[in-house]
């Protein structure tokens, strides 16, 4: 099968991500298309172990490439792969998010192995090591591993990292004479104060870089003097900038400037009380969620009505003095009662937040919170995921594909106004096969392909929609179409 149809694509695109197709049919597809069926293999949730043990042994580098990156390869496999021939599947090899850990052993091996890349590797052993830490997001287990590593030569190269950390400190005390080395002068790199000699002429990701890192006061002064909005945006948060630069940017006539010196946690209760009547509604919010003030202050600030747009509907940074992601649990707790929304918005990203605080929060008066929280705490209720599907239009797919999502009765939205709510009913076990076929033929493309996909709709539907050119990828997805079948799909291709 080396010429196809561009309508056969679709098929082995559906074919190779259907949950139920067996492994037989994928190692068909592997034979006889590997690079349309690795479109598919992408996005299927799990591979049978016969499948990877094949795609890591394929002859070709897009299919091998493709296992090495999948979420559910095998640890033993994604080892395999780190052996591979072609240098650029070595490198998809080292890891993403999601996929299991491998075994230290394994990672001693490719620290130990990395200084000395084969002959056919393009890139400096500086570069593998930074390719190796970015795609693992600087795991703070990888990196004790290489500060403990038995090859000094491990050692120097995590030293000099771009991304300093504490883990590292150890190495200031190393054995070997060049590895201390290496580590006090990355460290005091880190540390030197950014001259006006360090920042480059134009905007661009070293210029942000030094903009955050220590600042001499020449630096700062020559920032101030250009008025340049953006670089100040970031001299108004860094904490090494002087108090009296500090109090002229909270009187720039920038509102955004001012939002962002608002949230320094240096700030005197001079400025904490100028800030809270600004003129500029901005800026009264972002100083409103500031801990030098009391409820009572806060409760006297006017931040307007609520705002929709929520940032991040994942993870848990928030910017500023409230980060979230590190204050304590009783902190959090403090935020989930205040009378201030964008403090409970910061306690509704907590997934270790306590169940009584959830449900109170679950009934909170403002959108954000509720939403915040049915998309980050692991026991929202069910009914609240709903509730916010409903209400608030990001995020939506994230949300309806949490496992605490509620399935049942989804059917009664068959006639909602909003395509986005009827698609829901393709996830209602219990929708009657005449409604889920009825909207697969519904005028929103979106509504038809979530249709397309539904197991409960009737075979005979699924059938016809394998010719439908928009809808035959998610129709060969659908769980519910037999094996039997797929395979003839397949053999009556091999016929044109």
């Known amino acids: 099968m080396t010429q196809r149809a561009p309508a056969f694509a679709p098929l082995v695109h559906g074919l190779a991500r259907n949950p139920a197709a067996p492994a037989d049919l994928l190692l068909h597809l592997l034979r006889t298309c590997p690079e349309l069926a690795c479109v598919g293999l992408r996005d299927r949730g799990a591979l049978p172990g016969r499948v990877q043990d094949v795609m890591s042994l394929h002859p070709s580098r897009q299919v091998r490439g493709t296992l090495a990156e999948h979420p559910d390869v095998a640890p033993a496999i994604r080892t395999r792969l780190l052996a591979d021939p072609d240098w650029r599947v070595r490198i998809r090899a080292f890891g993403r998010r999601g996929q299991r850990p491998l075994p230290d052993e394994v990672l001693i091996q ?4 990395l ?26 287990h990888l990196v004790h591993l290489a500060a403990t590593h038995s090859d000094p030569e491990v050692r120097r190269r995590v030293a000099v990292l771009a991304v300093w950390r504490d883990d590292l400190r150890t190495l200031l005390t190393d054995p070997v004479p060049e590895v201390r080395t290496a580590a006090a002068e990355s460290l005091a790199e ?5 001259q006006p000699t360090d920042l480059p002429e134009q905007h661009c990701h070293a210029f942000w870089y030094v903009l955050q890192r220590p600042l001499s006061r020449a630096l700062v002064d020559r920032v101030l003097a250009t008025d340049d909005v953006e670089a100040l945006y970031f001299v108004a948060i860094n904490p090494t900038t002087p108090p009296d630069v500090v109090e002229t940017l909270l009187h720039h006539p920038d509102i955004g400037i001012r939002c962002r010196a608002a949230t320094r946690a240096d700030l005197t209760s001079g400025q904490l009380l100028r800030l809270v009547t600004d003129p500029a509604v901005e800026v009264r919010t972002a100083v409103s969620t500031h801990p030098g003030l009391t409820e009572q202050q806060r409760a006297d600030i006017d931040i307007g009505a609520s705002d929709t747009n929520f940032g991040p509907l994942e993870g848990l940074r928030s910017a500023g003095h409230g980060d979230a992601s590190v204050a304590g649990l009783d902190q959090a707790r403090q935020w989930a009662v205040s009378g201030n929304r964008l403090l409970r918005r910061r306690a509704a990203r907590r997934p270790d937040l306590p169940q009584d605080l959830v449900a ?19 026991h929202a209720p069910a009914a609240l995921l709903l509730r916010c599907f409903l209400e608030y239009d990001r995020g939506r797919d994230r949300l309806s594909a949490l496992p605490q999502f509620p399935k049942a009765g989804l059917a009664r939205f068959a006639d909602h106004p909003d395509p986005a709510v009827r698609r ?15 909207l697969s033929a519904d005028p929103d493309i979106a509504v038809r392909t979530a249709m397309a996909g539904c197991p409960r709709l009737p075979l005979e539907r ?13 129709a060969a997805a659908n769980p519910a179409l037999p094996a039997e079948q797929m395979w003839r799909m397949l053999e009556q291709d091999a016929t044109h």
């Open 110 to 113: 490719l620290l130990a192995e």
């Open 360 to 378: 109170a929060l679950a009934d909170d008066p403002d959108l954000g919170v509720r939403v915040l929280l049915a998309h980050n705490h692991p």
């Open 462 to 474: 699924i059938t016809a929609l394998l010719d439908a050119p928009e809808l035959a990828e998610h």
């Open 424 to 438: 829901l009913v393709a996830l209602d076990p219990h929708a009657d096969a005449e409604l889920v076929g009825r």
């Open 190 to 194: 880190h540390e030197r104060v950014m």
């Open 115 to 140: 200084p000395q890349p084969s002959p056919s590797m393009p890139h400096t052993s500086e570069e593998l090591f930074g390719e190796l830490f970015e795609a693992t997001r600087y795991d703070r």
